[in-house]
């Protein structure tokens, strides 16, 4: 199979298109034809060696496709099946193995282009939302990079949920889709942020900051932050954040900051089932209009982490490895 390998840490120009023996699924596994890859963050960390991996290696831990092979003792799925993953490895390949019980049912309604590029980041924002903040109905948020991937997603779920949404972006195009995905005021990053931000509250703040940005935005957002309101970092597209002194919440207000990872609010299976099931019929539903903003050839894969990384992409992104090429 066609494979993409990470060959040692570093930049894009690791990534090489590799032809590798298909893999086949040990019990309890799954073998899945690709239909296509998410292009996400962590398979950039991971490459760069910011989170732990050992090239050489497939990076990729999202995608859809469909079933080919059954491990022994897979009971509950079928051959052709339509499915869906955000936590497996080796994603950017023409076939991947993957867990019985990490695989999702694909609605019908849904393509699997879409599913395989936005599980991932539609999961991160209904925990976002549901998890490690609690925002409700009036209450104001800022979102960072609000055109993004996960900006997008949490925005309009945050905006039909009658949450008030201010945005970062960095352009007029960008802006243009944060107001189309629900954001009621978009500011640009920028010395003035703070005071925007306050500008739009009546000086209070916002009750919660969703900072995916990281090291270039984590002090504006601890600034704009209401008493008593909630910062949660969530990424660090523009580098992580340097220690903090946490005696800053206190005087920035009684704040409370959360470091959270998907991976926490996904391990147990019923929690696992039940935000899927919530982010699919969201989407089945038109609640979220998920489009996919850039998808790359497998054999492209350097540059849709170019792109990701330098801040040319808006929505998701991924690689179309199979059929829907
Ligand atoms: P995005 O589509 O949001 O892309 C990142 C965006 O961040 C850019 O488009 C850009 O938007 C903005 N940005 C600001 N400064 C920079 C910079 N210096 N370099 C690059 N981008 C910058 O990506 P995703 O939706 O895939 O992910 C968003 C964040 O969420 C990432 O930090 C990622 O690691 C994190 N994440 C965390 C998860 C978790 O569970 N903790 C799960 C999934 C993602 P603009 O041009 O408008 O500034």
């Not at 960008?174 to 009621?184: F, I, N, P, Q, V």
């Not at 959360?258 to 019923?270: C, E, G, Q």
């Not at 050839?297 to 990701?308: G, I, K, N, T, Y």
Request: net charge negative; aromatic share 6%.
């Amino acid at each position: 199979m066609r494979a993409i390998h990470v060959s040692a840490h570093g930049g894009p120009e690791v990534l090489d298109l590799v032809d590798l023996p298909d893999p086949r699924p040990a019990p309890g596994q799954v073998l899945v034809a690709v239909d296509t890859a998410g292009v996400n963050f962590i398979d950039t960390y991971r490459r760069a060696g910011i989170y732990p991996s050992s090239p050489p290696y497939v990076p990729g831990v999202e995608g859809a496709g469909e079933v080919v092979e059954l491990g022994d003792g897979v009971t509950d799925l079928r051959v052709g099946d339509r499915v869906a993953w955000c936590d497996a490895d080796a994603s950017y390949a023409e076939l991947v193995t993957v867990r019985a019980e990490r695989l999702l049912p694909v609605p019908a309604e849904v393509d699997l282009s879409t599913a395989g590029s936005s599980l991932l980041r539609g999961l991160t924002a209904h925990y976002l939302l549901d998890g490690s903040a609690h925002p409700t109905r009036g209450d104001t948020v800022l979102i960072h990079a609000g055109a993004g991937g996960v900006g997008s997603i949490l925005t309009r779920w945050a905006a039909r949920r009658g949450i008030r949404v201010i945005t970062t972006v960095s352009s007029a195009e960008k802006e243009a889709l944060s107001r189309r995905a629900g954001a009621a005021e978009v500011v640009r990053y920028g010395d003035d942020l703070v005071e925007r931000v306050r500008d739009l509250t009546d000086g209070v703040g916002v009750s919660t900051v969703y900072d995916g940005v990281g090291a270039a935005t984590f002090d504006q957002s601890l600034a704009a932050t209401a008493v008593r309101g909630t910062v949660v970092l969530f990424g660090a597209a523009s580098g992580p954040v340097p220690p903090v002194d946490l005696q800053r919440l206190n005087t920035a207000g009684s704040l409370s900051v959360t470091r959270p990872t998907l991976a926490h609010f996904i391990a147990d299976p019923a929690e696992f089932a039940w935000r899927a099931d919530e982010f699919f019929r969201a989407l089945v539903d038109g609640v979220l209009d998920v489009k996919v903003g850039r998808r790359f050839p497998l054999d492209a894969a350097r540059d849709a982490h170019r792109a990701l990384e330098s801040r040319a992409t808006a929505g998701t992104t991924g690689l179309a490895v199979g059929r829907s090429r």
